[in-house]
C-alpha cells in the first residue's frame, strides 16, 4: 500500500486531500512557522499530540470534513480548509475554517484549493451551503471568502469564542447554484 496522499481534487497549482495522522510534524511545523500570520484570527494545533486530537475529529466525524492544501509541484501542505458542523437533511450545509501557511500567503494557492474544496463539497459531499464565519477586522480572511463568490448575509455579536473572548464575526455563505464554473484547462 503507498504512502502517497490521494488528492480529491486537482486545480493548476494545487490539489486537495484528506487529513492523515502521518501528517503530524509537517503540519505542526507550519504552524509554528505561521503564527505571526494567524494572529489573532487563528489558534491551529501547535503540538504532535494536539493534531492528533484535531485531525482524529476531522478523520472520524461525519460531520466534519477535512481537507489539506497541498502544491502539486512538491506536495507540501500550503493550508488547510476545513468544513465543520456539516448538517444533512434539508439544510445541507457546514461552516468553513481554513488557514494558509505562512510559505504559502498571498499567492493565490489557498484560492484555488478553497474553489477545489467548494466543487466537492457541492458535487461529491452533496452540501447545498457553506457558511465562514470571519470577524469584522480580519480583512485578508473577507477578501478571501469574498474572492471565492460568498456573500454577506449578516453580523452577530459575541459569536465564537476565541483566545480567551467572545468575538463578534460577520457571516458569509455560498449556495451551490452561486458557484462560480470550473476555469477551463489548456487547449
Sequence with gaps: MSDTPIPLAE???TFVRAYRHEDADEFVSLVRASEELHRPWLFPPR???????????????PARAGYLVCTRDDGRIAGFININNIVRGAFLSGAVGYGAFAHAAGRGLMTE?????MRHAFG??????????VQPANTASIA???????????????????????????????????????????P
Design 124 to 133: 461529491p459531499l452533496g452540501l447545498h451551503r457553506l457558511e465562514a464565519n
Design 11 to 13: 486545480g493548476d497549482r
Design 144 to 186: 478571501f471568502v469574498r474572492r471565492a463568490g460568498f456573500r454577506q448575509e449578516g453580523y452577530s455579536p459575541d459569536f465564537l469564542f476565541i483566545d480567551g473572548a467572545w468575538r463578534d464575526h460577520e457571516r458569509w455563505a455560498v449556495t451551490a447554484e452561486m458557484l462560480k464554473p470550473a476555469p477551463e484547462s489548456g
Design 113 to 117: 484549493g478553497l474553489g477545489l474544496v
Design 47 to 61: 503540538t504532535a499530540q494536539m493534531y492528533a486530537e484535531y485531525a482524529g475529529r476531522l478523520i472520524g466525524d
